[in-house]
């Protein structure tokens, strides 16, 4: 992810220029190379108050799926994040013909679960928690302010004074003069001038009832946020937050610990936490379940790491790419009967791998761009020779396996598929994402 100058740097950088603007008139009287005329750019945080933040929950009409970001299934229902924006509701008891039934607008949301009728998602530095019990008037019934620090998904931060930067723009510096030999540009987008660093771009780089009933749902294995019992785990930055959620409408905040700067995902087995990390995978104990306890961290190499788990197996999917800071694209299968010592069983070469999903014997695999890719994984040591289908033509992020029905979603929308037949699966429906 490119960074973008924050205030302090930028001003900065204005007095730098100032400075060195001063110094290049004394020089210029003593030179006679050219000068060439440069506009520089910057961005300006846009703040938006925490009041109107907090009053921006709002149950909406249906809206067309723009941007996909994580999925959560619940008795029939399939909530889908649009990442900062909120969460839409997709009626799904029939997998072959969803239909969007509504949209949430929650600001600053990118994940989510759900324990009986309770939603619990993230809005920028707040947890919100809506009643579902009703699908035609979903509302808020309770926050926790202030219990997210690092939420900054996509660059942005809070000021308490100011609010929330909720966005930048890109604005240009006066038209500077300079010598044309003193000028170079460092690799990656950043210009320099006259020793100055400015931002030439960025990039931010679940036949059910329908009424949600007494359970939880379940998540994908990009999933930041897990349920396990009475408590919600949410991952926040390099932190573990656990609440207890025994009163599903008042969630109680029970402790942070930290673990490690580059945590990204969570999932749930076995009264334990499977957490991936760029560095490894740690598993943690849920026996004082208010107070997760780490048993042991398998490491590898340096990439994104999601990870799901059945029986004595973890799966992990390994990927290269800009914010993994690593080149390693493949599937580590881990042998987790001694849980105390995970052990790699074998190396499966992939594309570019994100999410993944595990209905024993059939793993599911989202190769990024390669598509998805599904393999009966009843012999470890020979995965790659049982793949059982190829969709190459999606853009595959991640996926949720749940009775014979694969929820998909992609850069292209969200797909679904029967596998009650892994040797002939089939094409159940599709939601395409509004371009």
């Not at 992810?1 to 205030?7: H, L």
């Not at 007494?214 to 408590?231: E, H, K, L, P």
């Not at 010592?341 to 793993?363: E, R």
């Not at 009775?403 to 679904?416: A, R, S, W, Y």
């Amino acid at each position: 992810m490119n960074s973008i100058p924050d205030k302090n740097s930028r001003l900065w950088a204005l007095l730098i220029l100032s400075t060195l603007l001063g110094l290049s008139i004394l020089l210029e009287s003593c030179t006679d190379k050219c000068t060439e005329t440069i506009v520089y750019k910057y961005y300006e945080p846009v703040y938006t108050p925490l009041t109107t933040i907090r009053s921006g929950v709002k149950h909406e009409a249906a809206q067309p799926l723009k941007i996909s970001g994580k999925i959560y299934f619940k008795d029939g229902l399939l909530f889908v994040n649009e990442p900062n924006e909120g969460i839409h509701i997709i009626d799904n008891r029939d997998p072959s013909n969803p239909l969007i039934k509504s949209f949430i607008h929650i600001p600053g949301n990118f994940d989510l679960a759900i324990r009986n009728t309770s939603l619990y998602a993230d809005s920028y530095i707040d947890l919100v928690v809506l009643d579902i019990s009703n699908l035609n008037q979903i509302t808020e019934v309770n926050r926790l302010e202030g219990v997210f620090s690092n939420y900054n998904s996509l660059g942005f931060y809070a000021d308490a004074e100011r609010g929330v930067v909720t966005n930048w723009i890109e604005k240009e510096m006066p038209v500077v003069e300079q010598d044309c030999d003193t000028r170079f540009e460092l690799w990656g987008g950043i210009r320099f001038g006259n020793g100055i660093a400015f931002a030439e771009r960025a990039s931010f780089d679940a036949t059910m009832a329908l009424a949600p009933g007494n359970s939880t749902g379940i998540g994908g294995s990009m999933a930041r946020f897990t349920i396990n019992n009475d408590y919600l785990y949410m991952l926040d930055a390099g932190n573990i937050i656990t609440a207890d959620i025994s009163l599903p409408a008042v969630p109680e905040k029970k402790s942070a610990q930290y673990l490690a700067w580059d945590i990204e995902t969570i999932f749930p087995y076995d009264n334990r936490l499977f957490i991936g990390a760029r560095s490894g995978m740690h598993i943690f104990d849920l026996s004082v379940p208010e107070n997760p306890v780490k048993i042991t961290t398998y490491s590898h190499i340096n990439s994104c790491d999601p990870v799901v788990v059945s029986g004595n197996y973890a799966y992990v999917t390994l990927r290269s790419g800009t914010q993994c800071d690593g080149f390693t694209n493949q599937l580590e299968v881990l042998n987790i009967s001694n849980i105390q010592s995970p052990s790699l069983v074998k190396v499966y070469p992939m594309h570019n791998p994100h999410g993944l999903g595990i209905d024993d014997p059939v793993l599911f695999i989202c190769d990024g761009d390669a598509g998805l890719k599904v393999f009966d994984v009843s012999d470890k040591l020979n995965i790659d020779k049982k793949l059982l289908k190829h969709y190459r033509n999606i853009h595959a992020f991640d996926v949720i396996p749940f009775n014979n029905v694969l929820m998909l979603i992609g850069d292209d929308g969200i797909f679904q598929y029967d596998y009650t037949d892994p040797l002939n699966i089939k094409l159940l429906s599709q939601i395409r994402k509004v371009k």
